[in-house]
């Protein structure tokens, strides 16, 4: 069983930051790549940024700078810098993990709010 366990959400007012955390539970686990989704109400979840195990990184075009993905693979774990958060960041955000021999998982999703 794998686990991606979110934390780092919340309330901010724009222009604020916030850093999201993922750690990825398990035995075994060696992923190729994690990243951050979001889904705002009615809208489909789109891809925010990821990360290879190598370092690699790809961000949406809509971060501008703002946000920075990283990882510490001996904890199986991705992090997401948020900052000059604006109110259309508003969403629940979602770790991904593509893992080795096991494929691809989810977390629960955190919820950020920024307020106008």
């Known amino acids: 069983q794998v686990q991606l366990v979110e934390s780092g959400g919340g309330l901010v007012q724009a222009g604020g930051s916030l850093r999201l955390s993922c750690a990825a539970s398990g035995t075994r686990i060696s992923f190729k790549s994690m990243g951050w989704y979001r889904q705002a109400p009615g809208k489909q979840r789109e891809l925010v940024a990821r990360i290879t195990s190598g370092g690699s990184t790809n961000y949406a075009d809509f971060v501008k700078g703002r946000f920075t993905i990283s990882r510490e693979n001996a904890k199986n774990t991705v992090n997401l810098q948020m900052n000059s958060l604006q109110p259309e960041d508003t969403a629940v955000y979602y770790c991904?993990?593509?893992?080795?021999?096991?494929?691809?998982?989810w977390g629960q999703g955190t919820q950020v709010i920024v307020s106008s």
């Open positions: 991904n993990a593509d893992i080795t021999f096991r494929g691809t998982f």
